[in-house]
């Protein structure tokens, strides 16, 4: 089912990191939950990436998608933001997100947007 995108909502920005190689298919989940669509449809699959360094340690309990517990890891991760129209869909974008993210934590933030 289409979620309703109103012009009226209030707008929200979803920034999150994803490993290059998982960009495309988070993109994916994130506008098939209504992200990226602007009011009327005229414009879809929205978004602004760039590619730049990540770094994390894995602790004694994780279990990293890439690396190894204990070392300290740097990946070519890519920075994506999205807009969102209504409350709905940013949090229908964030599960998506997660469900897509090959990370045990994915980074990702949401803010919301003045209406000026
Ligand atoms: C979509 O584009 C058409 C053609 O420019 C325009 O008439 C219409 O108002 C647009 N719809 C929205 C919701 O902006």
Request: proline share 6%.
């Amino acid at each position: 089912m289409a979620t309703v995108v109103s012009a009226a909502a209030t707008k929200f920005r979803l920034v999150f990191f994803a490993p290059v190689p998982a960009v495309e298919a988070c993109k994916a989940a994130i506008f098939a939950a209504g992200a990226g669509r602007y009011p009327g449809g005229n414009y879809t699959e929205c978004c602004w990436t760039v590619v730049g360094k990540g770094q994390f340690r894995p602790g004694d309990t994780a279990n990293p998608h890439i690396g190894s517990v204990g070392k300290l890891e740097h990946t070519e991760e890519a920075r994506v933001e999205v807009i969102c129209f209504g409350e709905d869909i940013a949090r229908k974008a964030v599960v998506a997100l997660k469900t897509a993210h090959p990370y045990e934590e994915p980074s990702y933030g949401v803010s919301k947007l003045e209406d000026f």
